[in-house]
């Protein structure tokens, strides 16, 4: 699994299935899923692909584990009232693994194949046993804490598919944990440094959930967590900063109409189209949106750009839209970006040493900083080592971003450390510190701009150059807001 996984991030595609097939080439996985996929069609219910992938890939590594002594023990919960169809494809299930393998699953592990065909199976109108799967108390107790994990970052409420399957995982999570059994690392370093506030989140999940039932996530376990958050939430944060549009069509027929469906469709998620002009005595110049897309020629005098289209939308259309959008976006953000950072660091926080000896004495000189400015309370240093210990936020670069996750300080506020000499933190060896002190106000700000700062200082060269013209607080900020600007 911890090869599958962290070859790619996005679940099982060809390359991914090839790598898990040859991984378990002596559990024949072709042939296996081949007589899953004929039980399920006799079974009156349906899996897609990714699906019917998710069961075989559980059953496989079901079986290895129980043939190598590893059973997770039972949960404390088992249902009564279990669907019919469910039950009846999981004997099947556990039949055909029995007469395959020779292996005889006990009752826990039955109650896991269970799970997971009630959870992925498409049914029809017949009873909902994805939900009479998980203990009704885990989903209550799921969903209390993912409206603190909404209501701390300032999100949506949670999917009611998606809190169903994190019930489910939990549920496993929690047998594991009390049987002292865990997942292994799967997804690596790379999902947790392309996407730090997703881990963030998991990080907030897994800490309420160790409070409220005593148990341990371990580093394995805050993985696939990560990975549901990521499922439920990263959509959601990709798509801040929609680009507005104004679309110039003259009317001739439908042909106005039918466009502005099409640009909307293909720049989904990224821009929208507020407005629809169709008139050719259109004036340019009171546009407020940001961009112009139009048909015709607008003259010079437009007040925000334009980008000329045919009336057919073609691929070339397509690709310079997509590409300006883009553009744009990543504009917008760090505009964003060099605004709250200008505004929120502190020049008395600011500090540049030649050589640190560890992250702690680091951590500790900088929120000193911070609490005698009055951003925060004694406790801050505490709170930002409890979430370095739980995982560093040092993100696979030459810099690191420590916080506490408690956004309770007095006032929103940065400070920043300057090393000409790697800090030993983590797996990393850090040249650049930025420390956030968030107040209950500043949680959309730290939401907005913590995989925006991550993204900019992955780049080695912008460390690099920061660092080089950083003589004084002054020099940094003018080096910082030249290379936002860039």
């Keep these: ?144 804490i993912m409206d603190d994990v909404s209501e701390a970052y300032l999100l949506g409420p949670a999917d009611r598919t998606m809190l169903l399957n994190l019930a489910l995982h939990v549920q496993g999570l929690v047998a594991r944990s009390r049987s002292g059994v865990s997942l292994g690392n799967p997804l690596g370093d790379e999902f947790r440094n392309n996407h730090p506030l997703v881990h963030d989140l998991a990080l907030y999940f897994a800490g309420r959930l160790e409070r409220r039932l005593g148990i341990a996530v371990t580093a394995g376990e805050l993985d696939y967590l990560t990975f549901h958050m990521g499922m439920q939430y990263l959509r959601y944060l990709e798509q801040r900063d929609l680009i507005t549009i104004t679309l110039v069509v003259p009317r001739y027929y439908g042909m106005a109409e039918n466009l502005s469906r099409q640009i909307s469709d293909t720049l989904r998620g990224q821009a929208v189209v507020e407005d629809l002009v169709t008139r050719i005595d259109f004036d340019p110049t009171g546009v407020t949106s940001d961009l112009i897309v139009s048909c015709v020629e607008l003259g010079e005098r437009a007040s925000a750009p334009v980008v000329l289209i045919g009336l057919f939308l073609r691929t070339k259309d397509i690709d310079h839209l997509l590409a300006y959008v883009r553009r744009e976006r990543e504009r917008n953000a760090r505009r964003r970006l060099r605004t709250i950072l200008t505004t929120l660091i502190d020049p008395t926080a600011y500090f540049k040493v030649d050589t640190v000896e560890s992250k702690e004495v680091a951590l500790a000189r900088m929120c000193q900083a911070l609490t005698t400015a009055g951003y925060v309370h004694a406790s801050f240093y505490d709170d930002v080592l409890d979430r370095e210990h739980r995982s560093p936020t040092s993100f696979g670069g030459e810099f690191a971003i420590p916080h506490s996750m408690y956004m309770d300080a007095k006032a929103t506020g940065i400070a920043v450390l300057v090393c000409e000499r790697g800090i030993p933190w983590g797996n990393s060896a850090v040249r650049l510190v930025f420390l956030f002190a968030l107040s209950p106000d500043g949680r959309q700000t730290f939401r907005d701009v913590l995989d925006e700062i991550t993204r900019l200082l992955s780049d080695s060269s912008n460390i690099t150059a920061l660092l080089k013209q950083s003589s004084d607080f002054d020099s940094f900020m003018g080096a910082l807001v030249s290379l936002l600007r860039s």
Excluded: C
Excluded at 68 to 97: H, I, K
Excluded at 110 to 118: H, L, Q, R, S
């Design 1 to 144: 699994m911890r090869q599958l996984l962290q070859t790619s991030t996005r679940g099982l595609v060809p390359a991914t299935w090839q790598a898990f097939s040859s991984e378990y080439e002596r559990y024949d996985v072709k042939a296996l899923r081949e007589e899953v996929a004929t039980a399920i069609g006799q079974s009156g219910l349906e899996f897609n692909e990714f699906a019917l992938s998710d069961l075989i890939v559980h059953l496989t590594v079901t079986v290895d584990r129980v043939q190598e002594g590893n059973v997770v023990s039972g949960d404390e919960w088992t249902t009564s009232d279990r669907d019919p169809l469910v039950l009846a494809l999981t004997e099947r299930l556990t039949t055909l693994v029995s007469d395959r393998y020779g292996v005889t699953l006990p009752p826990s592990e039955v109650a896991g194949v269970y799970g997971v065909v009630a959870v992925r199976a498409i049914r029809g109108a017949g009873p909902d046993a994805a939900e009479r799967v998980v203990d009704p108390n885990m989903r209550l107790l799921v969903a209390e």
